[in-house]
């Protein structure tokens, strides 16, 4: 029996030691999904978090400025203007009514700030969409790894 | 052509039926006729899904633009290498592909073994029959890829078109890497269909586990091989092609394929521990079991699109088959789990913690603590929108805090364990056998502090791969010695001779070593720098020793895009080297862009250069240069993990050499787990 507590103890140290880095981890980077419906009716700390907004670039509404893009995100109706001011390129994907996913947080004027853009191009030739093959298209974000 | 398709298709869902349902006919009455028919109904099933896939290749080389399937995903401009992988390009070909290379597996496993294990085989090929089941009905009446292109009529019927041309493939699926990425992991997700069959039937059965084991061994390391060499050529993909100077970004799809190989990888070790000391049987099938439903799962996740999307099943129906499989398959593990686990007690007891079987423990923890990390991480959106309603998701930063370590950890068990004795390890061996490693590692790491080197996991990982790398070699060294005294052949010669004798083991540091140069790659990741720079004809950037020179720019039209370059020209130490050209594509056929990376990839770093667009107050193109070091090993060292992977698929050579005396190996082999002398370590180790 000594033996197995021997290993029970390895294990839980072990198991203990990856569950508070992973905590640690996931303090750091959550990201609160919201749609552009939703970001208008949060209130007090709920819009200083991290979040995600997801919509559809409105045409024409892309515009390349110094240090920062302007576009407008479309979603249900409602828009949101957003400056994206990541150092990284835009995905190619990301052009005028393509589906693209920001990451950042809103600005006191209502306008949403976004470090990270992602992109998926607009089925436009497909009816259901599919993805692509064995990988999702994504390339404004980036890992430490 | 698609009317022929579609038919081979149901005729192959027809099959399968009758594979599964008469096979457990079979297994009741044990007649021998229902046994050899539902078999080769299992065979038909294959060979109909493989014309159903060979008809689908002719409607896109011959450029038939009346399937819907054809016309969305191909053009006539699109080179004969592409339409190979049109095939795989959206969701329904996908599925089709699924099917067909899993019955590739499952027709090789029905022609392998069609006259043995009489007792096992009508269990596995109902198994096999069953998964083809679930997929043949989403081929055929979910999403099938013989749709005719049809457009709403006068009437309110649909007419059927044919167009002039189709819409071309995705752009970001054209490069090489797109053509046999997906067959490679999809091949390695199909795979582990083989080793689950076996185990599952095994359990039903009630087959003796050291026998399904030893069955399913080479099908579970070709399936692990392709899954790893599907999961490397998919970051690859990603670094070459998507232009942000990375390889890997902890996104849903590549976890999703990540995923299987932990838990196949875990497999593939602790199946040892069954083969010699009859432990961790219901571990072993319930590793197998997850692995498959990992696949499953990752298929679910690659073609629904549930987690990357801002709502759940925003995309497509799909998801609820694959959820309704899952639970399926769980259902009936769970069920045969529990009225046959009698059957998988364990024959003995851990003995010692510094023993073999605990460096495999260890090794089996880890790697599934990693997995459910991962797949946690992974599916966090969906689960914090069940419990709490709000859709969370987590980064790089979890996915990497978890992982650096695990894997740093499954680094230094992959010096320790193969040099552990089974039972119990004696401290007088630890010295002989880590006494050398440990030093020179150690050194290592000495010397690569004086010069400078501070970064904390990559100085561990690097002390590792030196202390790995030497184990393994002075297992080579010493065997080789051993062999070379009696033979007196060249050292080299005697290395393969010893590896030929136990391809198993020596197979096995092979792709050991071969992990070690992909954590040197990634270990490289830590010093990356990059840099970026609107650039004026003539202008100048400098990243550590190259100068990058923009000698022009230039716009080239092309078969189907239009190509803008930058000529970029790389110095060293004032010496011209070479050219570079980052480009970027404009396709013809849709609206997007494609970017072209420039890589120049040496075993020290990559310059790695992309063309970032016009910069917005310039006007004038933007070049972003990356200086990523090592990051070579790690392609290389995929290549060794698949040699060695290779290596071990092969048979033993017999041993020409007469054993010495009294040590059998076959009697013993337990005991001599340390023996330094190699014809102790004939078969399987």
């Known amino acids: 029996m000594k033996k197995q507590a021997k290993f029970g103890v390895g294990i839980g140290v072990i198991v203990a030691a990856l569950g508070f880095l992973a905590w640690l981890g996931y303090g750091e980077s959550k990201t609160y999904y919201h749609t552009i419906a939703e970001l208008q009716t949060l209130t007090g700390s709920a819009k200083s978090q991290r979040m995600r907004v997801g919509g559809i670039v409105e045409t024409g509404s892309i515009r390349r400025l110094s240090g920062h893009v302007d576009f407008v995100l479309e979603g249900e109706g409602k828009t949101l203007p957003v400056s994206y001011i990541g150092s990284d390129p835009l995905p190619d994907t990301f052009v005028d009514k393509s589906q693209a996913l920001v990451e950042g947080h809103p600005d006191s004027n209502g306008r949403f700030v976004a470090e990270v853009v992602q992109a998926k191009c607009a089925s436009k030739y497909e009816a259901a969409p599919g993805g692509t093959g064995g990988a999702a298209p994504k390339s404004a974000e980036r890992s430490s790894m | ?685």
């Open chain 2, 1 to 685: 052509m698609d009317v022929f398709g579609s038919f081979a298709l149901v005729l192959a869902f027809v099959c399968a039926v009758y594979a599964f349902g008469g096979g457990i006919a079979a297994i009741v009455t044990r007649h021998p006729l229902l046994i050899k028919s539902t078999r080769q109904a299992g065979m038909a099933t294959c060979c109909l899904i493989f014309l159903a896939t060979f008809s689908l290749e002719y409607l896109f080389f011959s450029d038939n633009f009346s399937n819907a399937y054809v016309v969305a995903h191909s053009n006539r401009d699109l080179s004969t290498f592409y339409k190979i992988a049109a095939l795989w390009s959206g969701q329904e070909g996908s599925l089709l592909f699924w099917s067909f290379l899993l019955a590739i597996y499952v027709f090789s496993v029905l022609i392998t073994y069609r006259n043995k294990n009489g007792e096992l085989m009508p269990y596995v090929g109902v198994v096999m029959a069953g998964v083809q089941i679930f997929f043949l009905t989403l081929n055929n009446f979910v999403e099938s890829p013989f749709r005719a292109l049809a457009v709403p009529g006068a009437n309110g019927a649909m007419d059927l078109v044919a167009r002039a041309d189709g819409n071309g493939l995705t752009p970001l699926l054209q490069y090489p890497e797109m053509v046999i990425h997906p067959p490679n992991l999809y091949s390695g997700y199909t795979g582990f269909t083989i080793p689950f069959a076996f185990a599952l039937g095994a359990l039903l059965a009630r087959y003796p586990g050291e026998k399904w084991i030893h069955l399913t061994r080479k099908w579970t390391m070709i399936a692990w091989m392709f899954q790893s060499m599907g999961i490397l050529l998919g970051a690859h993909w990603a670094y070459a092609v998507l232009g942000w100077g990375g390889y890997w970004g902890w996104d849903p799809v590549e976890n999703a394929s990540l995923l299987p190989w932990l838990t196949g990888t875990a497999f593939l070790h602790s199946v040892m521990m069954q083969e010699k000391r009859g432990m961790m049987k219901v571990w072993n099938v319930w590793l197998v079991f997850c692995t498959f439903l990992l696949c499953i799962l990752g298929t679910f996740l690659t073609r629904s699109g549930v987690v990357s999307s801002v709502h759940a099943f925003a995309n497509s129906s799909i998801g609820n088959w694959f959820v309704g499989f899952m639970g399926i398959i769980l259902l009936v593990c769970f069920g045969a789990y529990f009225k046959n686990r009698d059957y998988l007690k364990s024959e003995n007891q851990l003995d010692s913690i510094v023993s073999r079987e605990s460096s495999f423990l260890f090794n089996n923890l880890i790697l599934l603590v990693s997995c459910v990390a991962v797949l946690s991480g992974t599916l966090f959106p969906v689960f914090s929108e069940w419990f709490t309603g709000n859709r969370i998701s987590v980064g790089a930063p979890f996915f990497n805090k978890v992982n650096i370590p695990i894997g740093l950890l499954l680094l230094f068990l992959t010096g320790v364990g193969p040099l552990l004795a089974w039972r119990k390890t004696s401290t007088e061996s630890l010295k002989r056998n880590f006494g050398w490693p440990l030093g020179i590692g150690l050194a290592a790491g000495v010397i690569a502090l004086v010069f400078g080197f501070r970064e904390f996991y990559s100085w561990i990982c690097l002390l590792l791969c030196v202390f790995v790398a030497s184990t393994v070699l002075m297992e080579f060294y010493r065997g080789a010695r051993v062999i070379r005294a009696r033979s007196g052949a060249s050292f080299m010669a005697s290395a393969v001779d010893l590896t030929m004798r136990n391809t198993r083991r020596y197979g096995g540091y092979i792709v050991h070593m071969g992990m070690v140069f992909v954590f040197i790659g990634l270990a490289g990741a830590a010093f990356n720098r990059d840099l970026q720079k609107d650039m004026r004809q003539g202008d100048t950037m400098q990243i550590g020793p190259y100068t990058l020179v923009l000698q022009g720019f230039e716009t080239k039209p092309e078969k189907n895009y239009t190509a803008q370059r930058m000529l970029v020209e790389v110095l060293r130490d004032k010496k011209p080297m070479m050219m570079l050209y980052p480009e970027k594509r404009r396709f013809t056929t849709t609206v997007e862009n494609g970017t072209m990376v420039a890589i120049y990839s040496t075993l020290k770093e990559d310059l790695y250069v992309v063309y970032a667009g016009t910069s917005p107050d310039t006007q004038l193109p933007v070049l972003h240069a990356y200086l990523n070091p090592l990051v070579k090993w790690i392609w290389f060292g995929g290549v060794v993990v698949v040699f060695g992977t290779l290596v071990a698929l092969l048979p033993n050579r017999r041993a020409v050499l007469v054993l010495s005396g009294a040590q059998q190996p076959a009697a013993q082999p337990i005991a001599h787990g340390l023996t330094p002398s190699v014809t102790l370590r004939e078969g399987h180790d």
